[in-house]
């Protein structure tokens, strides 16, 4: 169950600094983030699927996901972590490749995939959920934003809390770079819990899930961020 922070086309430093949890079962075999082959992308690596939550291009392409939380996902779906991969290889800017994807969005369980192009400041939205609704996209505005297991921008009591304190360190460091270690441990590594949930699972492991950084014995959390000086 993942969560990211970003702002996108706000800094005047940065067009897009990222922060992202990756929360996964031990058991789950995962490449570090590092140049793939080929040279081109950078990023970490499902090696059960063999795709990625998180990744970028040297063409100043990013793409990233988190799962929709949801009961009875599908038993034969294709692998989402392919998405943002296919992204990254592709000729196609956001808005084409979203719309690609929407025509066979039915055939993922529930996703969140931002997808975004640095030169073209371009940032797409893409997701299959809620079930009721048609799958959609839609441009990301520029300024912060926040995504969890849940559509852009809902603000679960832990992304209200890593939203409001991501704007209030960006504040601090002002038009000054910014220190991605601290900006980690004090934003990613919260271990706050909840007691409103989204009642989504069982109480027991809605509570577990409600902090930012998740902290049982069976997951890890990966901690990512990735931060772009302006392209010239």
Known sequence: MCIAVFIWQSHPLYPLILLLNRDEYHSRPTKAAGWWEGGEIVGGRDELGGGTWLACSKSGKVAF???FR????LQHAKSRGELPVRFLQSEKGPSEFADEIIKEADEYNGFNLVVADLHCKAMVYVTNRPK???PSSM??????HVLTNASLDT?????ERLLGNFKEMINTYGESEVNAHEMVEKLMTDTTKHDKTPGILSPQFEHQLSSIFVDTDTSIVCFSIIYFNYLH
């Open 65 to 67: 996901l988190t799962n």
């Open 70 to 73: 949801e009961k009875d996902p």
């Open 132 to 134: 009721e609704k048609k």
């Open 139 to 144: 441009q990301v505005s520029f300024g912060a």
């Open 155 to 159: 603000l679960w009591p832990k992304a």
